[in-house]
Each structure stands twice: as structure tokens, then as C-alpha cells.
């Protein structure tokens, strides 16, 4: 593995998106996706947090050697998207997690689908990982089905892991591995 990619983390392009590393000059966009109620519903998220804690978080997460966090950018407008990061690391089993999540109005039209591509495609050729691994609710077949198109298959299910306005929702666990067949923009 290649911890130091982790480290440094450098500037991924696809056919359409621009993979820059996330900072404090992105607060703005963060900031907005954190308090939209579908993106809260869909990534589990009760926490309220502070602007002082969103603040410290982005401008931490830089120097950190084991996580890798992306905001993701429209190539021909430098447009803020969303943001996707890899999280987790076991590095003795070359092993990490993702989570993406796109701005309010952008999903639904590819972007998410080739910013993880092309994030896979760094995180098994250059950062040198076996597995890269998620969790999505059942109530999100979009992501599902996004998942899917970028090469991640279902494992399992674990029941009821969210209780989201008196309603149980099941989580589907999804991996890639670096042996897997799945699109590339490389
Ligand atoms: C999940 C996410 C990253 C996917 O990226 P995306 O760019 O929107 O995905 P795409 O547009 O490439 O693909 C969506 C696919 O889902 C399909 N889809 C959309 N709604 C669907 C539904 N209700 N049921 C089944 N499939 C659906 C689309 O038809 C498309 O598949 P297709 O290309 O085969 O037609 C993005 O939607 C997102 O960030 N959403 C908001 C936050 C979120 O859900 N984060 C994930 C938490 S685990």
C-alpha cells in the first residue's frame, strides 16, 4: 500500500468531474449539504453539528495519512458537486470504506457514478488496495443501483440499523475488490 497517497492527496479527473482534495475553502458547500433534509434522510445523519466543528473537521482531514477526502467538482465549471472520501483504513488488509454524497440537485444525472469510478480506479492502482467496502440503506435504490454500475456487489444486509421517522430501515454492506470487473476511465 501506498500510505503516503493518503497522505498527500492529489487531484483525480474523470471524463466530466474534477476529484480535488476537500478543505476549508469548500465550508460553504459542506456546510449546506449537512442541514438538507432528503441528504440527511438518506445518509443517516441526526447529528447537528457546529460550524466550529465543521471548520476544524475540514481543515484536519488534509494532514491525515489514513483517510482520503475528495470534494468532487464539475470539470467545465469548477461547480461544487458533492464529496466522497475513503475512510477506515486497515492497512494490514489493504482495506478501506467509502461514502459519497452529492450537493442537493446534482444526483440522478452520472456524477456520483464516475467520481466513485474514478476513485476506484486510483484507490486499487495507486494507493494499492485489495477491497474498498459500504454501507447504503435499503430505502436508496439510487445508490444502490450507482453502486452497482461502479463495480460494488452486495455481501449482506444487516436489519434495522436506522429507525427514521418510525420506520426500520435494513443497511445493504457492498464491496469492490482490485480482481473485480468494473468500468474504468483510465
Ligand atoms: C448515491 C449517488 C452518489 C449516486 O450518484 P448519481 O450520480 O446520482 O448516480 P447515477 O445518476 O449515475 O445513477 C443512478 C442510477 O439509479 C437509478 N435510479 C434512480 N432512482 C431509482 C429508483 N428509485 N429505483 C431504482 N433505480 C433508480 C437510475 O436510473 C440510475 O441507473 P441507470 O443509469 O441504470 O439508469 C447520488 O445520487 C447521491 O449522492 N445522492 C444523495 C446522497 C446519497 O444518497 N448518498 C449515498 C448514501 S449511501
Same mark, same amino acid.
Given at each position: 500500500?501506498?500510505?503516503?497517497?493518503?497522505? +498527500?492527496?492529489?487531484?483525480?479527473?474523470?471524463?466530466?468531474?474534477?476529484? &480535488?482534495?476537500?478543505?476549508? @475553502?469548500?465550508?460553504?458547500?459542506?456546510?449546506?449539504?449537512?442541514?438538507?433534509?432528503?441528504?440527511?434522510?438518506?445518509?443517516?445523519?441526526?447529528?447537528?453539528?457546529? @460550524?466550529? +466543528? &465543521? %471548520?476544524?473537521?475540514?481543515?484536519?482531514?488534509?494532514? %491525515?495519512?489514513?483517510? %482520503?477526502?475528495?470534494?468532487?467538482?464539475?470539470?467545465?465549471?469548477?461547480?461544487?458537486?458533492?464529496?466522497?472520501?475513503?475512510? @477506515?483504513?486497515?492497512?494490514?488488509?489493504?482495506?478501506?470504506?467509502?461514502?459519497?454524497?452529492?450537493?442537493?440537485?446534482?444526483?440522478?444525472?452520472?456524477?456520483?457514478? @464516475?467520481?466513485?469510478?474514478?476513485?476506484?480506479?486510483? +484507490?486499487?492502482?495507486?494507493?494499492?488496495?485489495?477491497?474498498?467496502?459500504?454501507?447504503?440503506?435499503?430505502?436508496?435504490?439510487?445508490?444502490?443501483?450507482?453502486?452497482?454500475?461502479?463495480?460494488? &456487489? &452486495?455481501?449482506?444486509?444487516?436489519?434495522?440499523?436506522?429507525?427514521?421517522?418510525?420506520?426500520?430501515?435494513?443497511?445493504?454492506?457492498?464491496?469492490?475488490?482490485?480482481?473485480?470487473?468494473?468500468?474504468?476511465?483510465?
Amino acid at each position: 500500500m501506498q500510505t503516503d497517497e493518503l497522505t +498527500a492527496v492529489r487531484v483525480l479527473e474523470g471524463p466530466r468531474v474534477r476529484l &480535488v482534495p476537500l478543505g476549508p @475553502e469548500h465550508f460553504d458547500s459542506v456546510w449546506e449539504g449537512l442541514h438538507d433534509a432528503e441528504s440527511m434522510r438518506l445518509t443517516g445523519t441526526r447529528t447537528r453539528f457546529t @460550524e466550529a +466543528a &465543521v %471548520a476544524a473537521h475540514l481543515a484536519r482531514i488534509g494532514a %491525515a495519512d489514513d483517510r %482520503a477526502d475528495w470534494a468532487i467538482l464539475d470539470r467545465s465549471t469548477g461547480d461544487y458537486l458533492g464529496e466522497i472520501v475513503l475512510n @477506515e483504513l486497515d492497512e494490514d488488509s489493504a482495506s478501506m470504506n467509502t461514502r459519497i454524497a452529492l450537493a442537493p440537485g446534482f444526483p440522478g444525472r452520472g456524477y456520483g457514478t @464516475e467520481a466513485m469510478t474514478v476513485m476506484l480506479d486510483h +484507490a486499487f492502482a495507486e494507493i494499492g488496495l485489495h477491497r474498498v467496502g459500504l454501507d447504503v440503506y435499503a430505502f436508496n435504490p439510487r445508490a444502490l443501483r450507482s453502486y452497482e454500475k461502479a463495480g460494488f &456487489v &452486495v455481501e449482506g444486509r444487516q436489519r434495522d440499523t436506522l429507525l427514521w421517522e418510525g420506520e426500520w430501515t435494513d443497511s445493504i454492506l457492498m464491496s469492490v475488490l482490485a480482481t473485480d470487473p468494473r468500468p474504468t476511465f483510465r
